[in-house]
């Protein structure tokens, strides 16, 4: 469950960011708020038994309020605050960016090597792809 969340909450970043970066302010309240709640509402129901992790909650506020800040700035910072942080959102904002653009290009190289070794792996079988390819 811990792997769903995190992945929910990667995607809505490049998603709310993409729409920042096109100036689509509605598409980032949608994607930064909306999307992001509901990721966070099917975390909950997929852990009723378990219960939620609270270092993975923490981080989801963390989140959204960092993408909601060019939005409702008085109000991200008010819930920053809440969480004892010092430093503003507006810092993390720039320093959020800049992991996930190093996220993403190792993302994608990840994926390249992975399609190439199952290109290797269907040669070394005579063309024939492996059980374990399925």
């Not at 852990?47 to 060019?70: H, R, W, Y």
């Not at 994608?108 to 399925?134: D, E, R, W």
Request: charged letters at 20%; one cysteine or more.
């Amino acid at each position: 469950m811990k792997d769903f969340i995190c992945s929910e909450i990667n995607l809505k970043i490049c998603e709310t960011d993409d729409n920042y970066q096109r100036m689509l302010f509605k598409e980032a309240l949608r994607t930064g708020f909306y999307e992001l709640q509901a990721s966070r509402d099917k975390y909950r129901e997929l852990t009723l038994t378990e219960g939620m992790n609270k270092d993975l909650v923490i981080q989801f506020i963390e989140v959204q309020a960092v993408l909601l800040s060019p939005i409702c700035p008085h109000v991200a910072e008010h819930v920053w605050q809440l969480l004892g942080k010092v430093s503003s959102t507006k810092t993390v904002t720039l320093l959020m960016c800049d992991i996930l653009l190093c996220f993403v290009n190792v993302s994608k190289t990840l994926s390249h090597t992975t399609a190439v070794l199952k290109q290797y792996l269907v040669l070394l079988h005579g063309g024939k792809v492996p059980c374990t390819l399925g």
